[in-house]
């Protein structure tokens, strides 16, 4: 009886055994593309949950551009004129300023570069310099263009002769058709040809296009109405020292220039300091030489 147990348990284990290295001979036999098609379904699953959390991320941004829209926009306008806020009276401190977000712009030439600073892909001498205070006035529609203007052109008559202020004009442009390139190309054309015999100043008001999606940028600085203009005066740094919006009044533009002088005067500051302190470290280091060319002259006389 126990030779029977044995051997029917000895069979088992070998029908097991063979079953196994039958299945591994199966996946040995398998052909390559079975083998690609298990790796590719476990990417896919990978692949998955990533286009799952953007699809989510696309939803909510499609509820949360649904929710406010161009006649939402014009009700605002209607009822404060574009408005949104009264800009500052006081430039905001450095420690405290928030950084403007970068942004890749086009200008009529067809030239790239990244904001704030303005820094093209390929810098010549004049672009080069970084201003100490720059001007960046963003417009999302044709309508804000008189409230840009208005806060544009009294700057640049006001600091028309400084060479350290720089004023910038960003036109946003999102349609479909005109982002494409046959298209972005022929309006970039007629732009140039329009703005060819423009004045050369001093301080030149440059204006540059970005073309595609803004969502995102716009989230970052709380631009909710487009049918308004944004006035931010930025540092050296790219820090937004000073806001403003819709239409200037008297008060906000002289807020604006008193502004743009003390951030100007601060920066002259900071420059004298750092040039006091490579004076002195300069005066430290010609004093060591000194020290040590004695004490050399001293032990070669012993």
């Given amino acids: ?37 298990l790796a590719s379904n476990r990417f896919l699953d990978i692949y998955q949950l990533a286009s799952k959390a953007s699809i989510e991320k696309e939803r909510a941004r499609i509820a949360d551009e649904m929710s406010r829209g161009y006649f939402a926009d014009m009700a605002e306008l209607k009822n404060h004129g574009g408005k949104i806020a009264i800009a500052n009276k006081e430039i905001t401190p450095a420690m405290v300023a928030v950084k403007f977000p970068d942004l890749e712009v086009i200008d009529k030439d067809g030239m790239t ?10 810098v010549n001498a004049h672009y080069a310099t970084v201003p100490k205070a720059s001007l960046l006035c963003l417009s ?20 028309s002769k400084s060479e350290n202020v720089h004023v ?26 329009s703005n060819r015999d423009e004045s050369k100043n001093t301080l030149q008001k440059k204006t540059v296009y970005s073309f595609g999606d803004h969502y995102y940028f716009r989230k970052e600085l709380k631009i909710l109405n487009l049918l ?5 005066l930025l540092d050296k740094f790219g820090r937004i020292r000073w806001q403003g919006f819709g239409m200037a009044s008297e008060d906000e533009l002289a807020s604006l220039v008193s502004c743009t ?3 100007l005067k601060e920066e002259s500051d900071v420059g004298q300091c750092q040039e006091q302190q490579r004076a002195k470290t300069t005066k430290c280091e010609v004093h060591l030489e000194k020290e040590s060319d004695k004490s050399s002259q001293s032990l070669a006389a012993r």
């Avoid at 029917?8 to 070998?14: D, G």
């Avoid at 308004?228 to 931010?232: L, P």
Wanted: net charge positive; hydrophobic share 45%; proline share 5%.
């Fill in 261 to 263: 002088s003390a951030l």
């Fill in 1 to 37: 009886m126990r030779r029977l147990i044995t051997q029917s348990s000895f069979i088992r284990a070998s029908i097991v055994v063979s079953s196994n290295a039958r299945q591994q001979d199966k996946l040995h036999l398998l052909p390559p593309q079975h083998l690609a098609r």
């Fill in 140 to 159: 999302f529609r044709a309508n804000s263009q008189a409230m840009i203007n208005s806060w544009s052109l009294p700057f640049i008559e006001a600091f």
């Fill in 168 to 193: 910038c004009e960003v036109s946003f442009i999102d349609s479909w058709l005109l982002r494409r390139n046959p298209i972005k190309r022929l309006l970039l054309w007629y732009i140039r040809k």
């Fill in 228 to 232: 308004t203009g944004y006035i931010f």
């Fill in 113 to 122: 570069a990244k904001l704030p600073c303005l820094q093209y892909e390929n």
